[in-house]
């Protein structure tokens, strides 16, 4: 069992940055792959990008690498998404994600949850 609590989302303006943080208690996190997920109002959850265990990093669009970045320390079992140059598109509740086998773009992949942490880009 693994949970998983989102912080850091909040408003920021168009152009501007946030923080996301993802921390995880329950079991062995160095062991499970982290993914990011957004959902807008009325959309799908779409995949943002996923870490796996070693650090290597699967992106949902070049659009997004090219503007946020995501890492994990394994020693403070946590999963951080910074996200930069936002734009009104980017408003969704964004959520981490876990599971035992590699990184997957798939939310029916992942076994755990966060809660969800808002993101509102004005514009």
């Known amino acids: 069992q693994l949970q998983l609590i989102e912080s850091g989302g909040g408003l920021a303006q168009t152009g501007g940055s946030l923080r996301l943080s993802c921390a995880a208690s329950?079991?062995?996190?160095?062991?499970?792959?982290l993914g990011w997920f957004r959902q807008a109002p009325g959309k799908e959850r779409e995949f943002v990008a996923a870490?796996?265990?070693?650090?290597?990093?699967?992106w949902g669009s070049a659009s997004l690498k090219g503007r946020f970045s995501v890492s994990r320390e394994n020693t403070n079992n946590s999963i951080y998404l910074q996200m930069n140059s936002l734009k009104p598109e980017d408003t969704a509740i964004y959520f981490c994600?876990?599971?035992?086998?590699?990184?997957?773009?798939?939310?029916?992949?992942?076994?755990?949850w966060g809660q969800g942490t808002q993101v509102t880009v004005s514009s």
């Open positions: 870490i796996n265990w070693r650090g290597g990093v699967t």
């Open positions: 329950g079991d062995s996190f160095a062991t499970y792959a």
């Open positions: 994600a876990a599971r035992r086998l590699g990184a997957s773009s798939s939310p029916s992949q992942y076994n755990y």
